[in-house]
């Protein structure tokens, strides 16, 4: 019998200059655990005068999880931060107030081909923690716990897992983990997971009872402690959950609250330009229109 609920389908969105995949918020599953938005970025070839360029945008009540497969990526902020993010590194901003950020291609990549691909995701925060001050960490891919079970590699990219801790500081019971196959095996591990689950096929294939799925889903687990399928050969998948929110999470654009007037009050300190500022940008990204 499946333990599948729910499966995503990976949509196209456009970010301006680039195109992705939107994988969540979906209008049947608005978050898993606490994490409300997840988009797969790339694989993408850039010529030697296309390049990222996201300008400075704001974000409230939330933590931005960058995480790149190829690639590189400048992030600049109100915080004062400015870090290149290279493959296997995250990149882990804490909104909380109020941020401002930029992500683009690194100045000596801009006139060369490149490749970019990798995961942006959001993860909400607390309740309790949404006005919290502004923050910014980088963690280097050689300190994000690795292991091995049989031909079987295991990353924990944050949070908690199978006993493990990643360094990254995230504020609510979470998981996200990274999961490759070199052969055809069984996993099971729901033993280590709790709250939500999900898991997100990159590369490869799994079965889950008698169903084969591919890349470019998600699939949302009926039950976290069932959570046992099959990995083909050369497989990556990523497994990320936690314990949900009592409180519901309301999104518009870059910004996500309980609150609906605290999103309002995000809006009008955009349009005014009240948002702390980013040393040496003088761009921003205009506030969208409301959806009809």
């Excluded at 995000?266 to 005014?272: E, H, I, L, V």
């Amino acid at each position: 019998m499946s333990n599948i609920q729910l499966i995503i389908e990976e949509r196209a969105a456009d970010i301006g200059n680039f195109l992705v995949g939107r994988l969540l918020p979906f209008r049947q599953k608005r978050a898993v655990g606490p994490f409300v938005f997840i988009d797969h970025m790339g694989p993408a070839k850039l010529s030697d005068h296309q390049n990222l360029d996201v300008g400075p945008h704001p974000h409230i009540g939330l933590s931005t999880l960058t995480y790149l497969f190829e690639g590189a990526i400048m992030h600049r902020d109100s915080v004062g931060s400015v870090v290149e993010i290279q493959p296997g590194a995250v990149n882990w901003m804490t909104s909380g107030k109020g941020v401002v950020h930029s992500e683009r291609t690194p100045e000596y990549l801009r006139h060369s081909e490149k490749s970019l691909h990798g995961l942006q995701i959001w993860v909400a925060l607390p309740k309790e923690l949404e006005e919290m001050e502004p923050s910014f960490t980088h963690i280097e891919a050689q300190d994000i716990p690795e292991w091995k079970e049989g031909t079987v590699q295991f990353k924990l990219v944050a949070g908690e897992a199978f006993g493990r801790r990643s360094p990254v500081p995230v504020y609510s019971p979470l998981y996200f983990l990274e999961i490759k196959s070199q052969e055809a095996t069984t996993i099971s591990i729901g033993e280590h997971l709790f709250g939500e689950s999900a898991l997100y096929i990159l590369e490869g294939s799994i079965k889950d009872g008698d169903e084969e799925f591919g890349p470019k889903q998600i699939l949302i687990a009926k039950d976290t402690e069932l959570c046992t399928f099959q990995m083909a050969e050369n497989t990556m998948i990523y497994i990320f959950g936690g314990d949900p929110f009592p409180e519901e999470r309301f999104i518009f654009w870059n910004f996500v609250s309980s609150r609906k007037e605290r999103i309002e009050e995000a809006k009008k300190a955009w349009m005014d330009q009240t948002f702390p500022k980013i040393e040496g940008e003088t761009e921003f990204v205009p506030l969208p229109e409301p959806r009809i």
